[in-house]
């Protein structure tokens, strides 16, 4: 690999006499990891050992098609590097009691550490999962989706945009946009991308973003600052910089010398030469004092734009719905009706009248006059109540169903039929006397040619 001469200068000098095996590994292939979900109980299948600061976390062999893996689009797993999956081993070790918590992902997409946050977060939390930019965002959302918790909520916000929520989250994650030094081996185009103009850049950006950040930290709050870089101006320097102007206090964590992840200044570093996993490097911090939210008096409790679901409708959706009495729901002015868990309401309220753009809870579905059209969230999200007929697919049929394609399916009741694999939901088919109409999103279908039958 051709690395940037600066940037092999810095490594030399932060490394000494590790920088042969430091450049050994990013010669090396990349480990192949993913973290299954736990919502979805999934059997899965050659794996090559765990992740150790994750129990949910495992490693790949080698990398297969995920894409030719229907338990990949049901969300049974998330693919994510390794390295990045010490965030929930933070959250772990520092969220006290284990009390709920309303957190924040202020730079969340693609989702993976949003996603995280959902599995280790405790029972009652709020997630909001944020991505200032467009494009992103729908990736997010699309993750968040497949991942399928109703505790999650999400925006498209700048940080600044956040001013009428001071002292409302318990815990933010800051995963900053950064030079990306940590993906090199991943991605080499990612080298060819570096300079040090970019590095000041980034830590410049950085600064601003946690400095937004804090002031929506209540009173104990925690906020964890993490990159996928190396360097000390976006990574030790900037930690530092949160303590010394914002008085933070940092929070130590507890490590397993086995796991070899290096202690640096505030926070933590991971080196491919000494873990099976990329760059990474993340410090926490509580906060000790400060504002509490004071937000006005809410007149009713619904998110903006929604009402609460009259009750026939209430009623008439509850068959689709496993314990029902665990959840609210609300429908917007266009018909589409949201779940949120028992006791969201106030927080997502106040979400939605703080933010512009935030989506919240689960899509269910829609009324068309009488009749319940579900949405292709409830399908992923293991809310599906038991009565609801279930189709069963083999993995050719249920990648031809991926595809958006029609498929053959004897002995299925007409009506609406939840399409899975395995037992995982893949999303909804209708079934009529002469045909099934495939109701896959279009937008998510499989674009790529199918291996041929004896190859599936």
């Given at each position: 690999?051709?690395?940037p001469k600066a940037?092999t200068e810095r ?9 042969p095996?430091?450049l ?13 979900n736990?919502?979805k109980?999934y ?16 490693y ?19 693919v ?20 709920p918590?309303?957190a ?25 999962a ?6 992103r ?8 989706v ?5 505790n ?9 945009d956040?001013?009428a929520?001071t002292?409302?989250f318990d ?14 081996r991943?991605?080499?185009g ?14 410049g ?21 993490c ?25 130590p ?5 086995e ?9 933590y570093?991971?080196?491919p030469?000494?873990?099976?996993g990329?760059g990474?490097y993340?410090?926490a911090?509580?906060?000790s ?8 008096k ?14 026939k ?30 006791g969201?309401?106030e ?13 919240a809870?689960i ?8 009749d ?25 049929s ?6 958006k ?19 995982l939901?893949?999303?909804?088919m209708?079934v009529?006397?002469?045909r ?10 499989i ?10």
């Amino acid at each position: 690999m051709e690395l940037p001469k600066a940037f092999t200068e810095r490594m030399q000098a932060q490394l000494g006499s590790e920088w042969p095996d430091f450049l050994d590994a990013l010669n090396t292939p990349p480990p192949v990891s993913i973290r299954r979900n736990p919502l979805k109980p999934y059997q899965l299948k050659e794996i090559s050992g765990g992740v150790k600061w994750n129990s949910d976390g495992f490693y790949l062999p080698e990398r297969p098609v995920f894409t030719l893996d229907p338990a990949f689009h049901a969300g049974a797993y998330y693919v994510q590097e390794a390295s990045s999956m010490f965030v929930g081993e933070a959250i772990r070790q520092l969220l006290p009691g284990r009390s709920p918590a309303n957190a924040l992902d202020l730079c969340a997409a693609p989702g993976g550490k949003s996603t995280l946050l959902l599995s280790g977060l405790p029972p009652g939390s709020l997630l909001l999962a944020n991505e200032v930019i467009r494009s992103r965002y729908q990736s997010l959302r699309h993750n968040l989706v497949k991942w399928g918790y109703p505790n999650a909520c999400s925006s498209m916000h700048d940080s600044r945009d956040f001013g009428a929520l001071t002292g409302f989250f318990d815990l933010i994650l800051v995963d900053a946009p950064c030079s990306g030094e940590g993906l090199f081996r991943k991605d080499p185009g990612a080298a060819e991308e570096w300079s040090e103009e970019h590095i000041q850049l980034c830590a410049g950006r950085q600064k601003r973003i946690l400095a937004d950040a804090v002031g929506l930290l209540a009173p104990e709050g925690l906020l964890l600052y993490c990159t996928c870089t190396y360097n000390q101006q976006e990574n030790e320097e900037n930690a530092q910089w949160l303590k010394d102007t914002f008085g933070l206090n940092p929070e130590p964590l507890e490590m397993d010398a086995e796991w070899g992840i290096s202690q640096s200044g505030l926070g933590y570093q991971f080196f491919p030469h000494r873990v099976r996993g990329e760059g990474f490097y993340l410090a926490a911090f509580r906060k000790s004092e400060g504002q509490s939210y004071n937000g006005p008096k809410l007149r009713e409790m619904a998110p903006k734009g929604y009402q609460a679901l009259p009750r026939k409708q209430k009623e008439s959706i509850s068959k689709w719905i496993k314990d029902p009495e665990s959840l609210v729901f609300f429908q917007h002015a266009t018909g589409q009706v949201i779940a949120l868990p028992e006791g969201l309401q106030e927080p997502v309220t106040r979400l939605s009248q703080s933010l512009s753009r935030f989506q919240a809870g689960i899509e269910l579905g829609q009324f068309k006059n009488n009749d319940f059209v579900p949405a292709h969230a409830l399908a992923l999200s293991g809310l599906v109540a038991e009565a609801v007929p279930r189709a069963g697919l083999e993995r050719e049929s249920a990648l031809r169903y991926l595809k958006k394609e029609n498929i053959d399916l004897e002995g299925i009741p007409e009506g609406w039929v939840l399409a899975t694999y395995e037992g995982l939901g893949l999303g909804w088919m209708k079934v009529l006397k002469n045909r099934i109409n495939n109701y896959f999103p279009k937008d998510w279908r499989i674009r790529m040619a199918l291996p041929d039958k004896e190859d599936t």
